[in-house]
Nanobody, 129 residues
Framework: QVQLVESGGDSVQAGGSLRLSCAVS????????MGWFRQASGKEREGVAA???????SYADSVKGRFTISEDNAKNTLYLQMNSLKSEDTAMYYC???????????????????????WGQGTQVTVSS
């Protein structure tokens, strides 16, 4: 069973930075799509960023230019670098994995949550203004 464990969440001031990490216990096959999602209190879960085995990345419009998704395959770790944080970035952040193929959205959009099989437990990010 694949396990995803997020870390790095914290409370920061607006304008600050955080880097989230997601440790992946194993990869299945050579094609995959990894994503970051977030869910604020009282709101639906939304896709933040995704990356696939080809290195293709996609971002939500609200984070473009501020967030960067990356991975270190040697460490089986997915990252989300978050800069210029805003209060509206406050949410629980989750990483997700799908090993059935590449990200369906390409560069245009983050694949929806139902396309991911494995999920982490989440890490809280709180941004105060």
């Amino acid at each position: 069973q694949v396990q995803l464990v997020e870390s790095g969440g914290d409370s920061v001031q607006a304008g600050g930075s955080l880097r989230l990490s997601c440790a992946v216990s194993e990869y299945i096959g050579s094609a995959y799509c990894m994503g970051w999602f977030r869910q604020a209190s009282g709101k639906e879960r939304e896709g933040v960023a995704a990356i696939d085995a080809d290195g293709t990345t996609s971002y939500a419009d609200s984070v473009k230019g501020r967030f960067t998704i990356s991975e270190d395959n040697a460490k089986n770790t997915l990252y989300l670098q978050m800069n210029s944080l805003k209060s509206e970035d406050t949410a629980m952040y989750y990483c997700a994995a799908d090993f059935q193929g590449y990200c369906s959205g390409g560069y245009s959009h983050v694949p929806p949550s139902y396309q991911y099989t494995y999920w982490g437990q989440g890490t809280q990010v709180t941004v105060s203004s």
